[in-house]
T-cell receptor, first 112, second 110 residues
Framework: NAGVTQTPKFRILKIGQSMTLQCAQDMNHNYMYWYRQDPGMGLKLIYYSVGAGITDKGEVPNGYNVSRSTTEDFPLRLELAAPSQTSVYFCASTASGRNEQFFGPGTRLTVL | RKEVEQDPGPFNVPEGATVAFNCTYSNSASQSFFWYRQDCRKEPKLLMS???SGNEDGRFTAQLNRASQYISLLIRDSKLSDSATYLCVVNSGTASKLTFGTGTRLQVTL
């Protein structure tokens, strides 16, 4: 199993550009999550999904969108990148009824 | 008040020392508790779950005090490889959503 994979590893965007951060898992987990982690801060939940076709907002959803068309994939979309979105983005997944979340390696995004 | 509070450290300890980290949480309805470890520029990984009765995994001991809403992690005989940030994590809601503390940084030195 590859576990949770994320692409790209690094990206630099200009203000106003858009991009999609990819996340995939091969563990057949129902639940998937997107977090951002700013320097010296804890992880903040952006969006989550409890299954294909179902998504919901987390703590900091503004400026982001998600979709979940399959169990495996959970992409995160930034429409109009802003410097405040400079962060490390982690995708995670878990099986329903379980508590341990498995994280991908992260995407480091810089918006200039 | 933050939902999960930790002392950010850093804790600088010599190899072989015993070190303890503490964490408090604000939501009394919280159901599950964990310690995650995060190495520099890496993703968080589960270190151990925390149970009311206390639990041990090798050199690591975790304790939970529900009345005081307090969680602790004790590391005995510290190794250089224990150097990392330790995240206190609480599951308070549906869909296995987790709330993370900001982490406590540990540096173990020779």
């Amino acid at each position: 199993n590859a576990g949770v994979t994320q692409t790209p590893k690094f990206r630099i965007l200009k203000i106003g550009q858009s991009m999609t951060l990819q996340c995939a898992q091969d563990m057949n987990h129902n639940y998937m999550y997107w977090y951002r982690q700013d320097p010296g801060m804890g992880l903040k939940l952006i969006y989550y999904s409890v299954g294909a076709g179902i998504t919901d907002k987390g703590e900091v959803p503004n400026g982001y969108n998600v979709s979940r068309s399959t169990t495996e994939d959970f992409p995160l979309r930034l429409e109009l990148a802003a410097p405040s979105q400079t962060s490390v983005y982690f995708c995670a997944s878990t099986a329903s009824g379980r508590n341990e979340q498995f994280f991908g390696p992260g995407t480091r995004l810089t918006v200039l | 008040r933050k939902e999960v509070e930790q002392d950010p450290g850093p804790f600088n300890v010599p190899e072989g020392a015993t070190v303890a980290f503490n964490c408090t949480y604000s939501n009394s309805a919280s159901q599950s508790f964990f310690w995650y470890r995060q190495d520099c520029r890496k993703e968080p990984k589960l270190l151990m779950s925390v149970y009311s009765s206390g639990n041990e995994d090798g050199r690591f001991t975790a304790q939970l005090n529900r009345a005081s809403q307090y969680i602790s992690l004790l590391i005995r005989d510290s190794k250089l490889s224990d150097s990392a940030t330790y995240l206190c994590v609480v599951n308070s809601g549906t869909a296995s959503k987790l709330t993370f503390g900001t982490g406590t940084r540990l540096q173990v030195t020779l």
